[in-house]
């Protein structure tokens, strides 16, 4: 497995501290890029993906657009842009909600429940992608990242 230094042919850093932001931004943007291809066969973008699965969650409740921007991954998403799209392949529902009507509620169809069911099956093709960790090692990085973002 090339190194860091291998992946984008440098050889020196301020310190190791420096070393292991770099590491991050380019392992996350790697892990990205193959949840991006992984997504594709689907017809979803990951922020798409991210939508599905709020609403899969929240299920049967319906979801205000400010509850899916405040779970989102990625905050710099348009989620009102990404809701119309979904909704336009039938994966979503917006509604007037009755309590306010200057609110949209927005739920998840059995078509969207239908792709997340495709997409979970085949899970193991992107879980993939953390093969070479162990389990322990997966603890300890997920402790590790909780640990820098604190």
Do not use: C
């Not at 973008?45 to 921007?69: A, C, D, H, Y």
């Amino acid at each position: 497995m090339p190194s860091i230094e291998q992946e984008i042919m440098q050889t020196k850093f301020r310190n190791e501290r420096h070393k292991a932001i770099i590491n991050v931004v380019y392992t996350g943007n790697w892990l990205t890029a193959q949840h991006t291809k992984f997504l594709k066969k689907f017809d979803l973008t990951e922020q798409q993906f991210n939508i599905l699965r709020i609403l899969r969650g929240q299920r049967p409740k319906p979801s205000s657009i400010n509850l899916l921007r405040e779970r989102m991954l990625d905050k710099m998403s348009d989620v009102s842009r990404l809701v119309e799209r979904l909704r336009k392949q039938g994966l979503v529902e917006r509604k007037i909600s009755a309590k306010d009507r200057r609110a949209v509620e927005v739920v998840i169809t059995k078509e969207g429940l239908l792709v997340l069911t495709k997409i979970d099956r085949k899970a193991h093709e992107i879980d993939a992608t953390a093969a070479t960790l162990t389990d322990e090692e997966l603890q300890i990085l997920n402790s590790l990242l909780d640990k820098l973002r604190g």
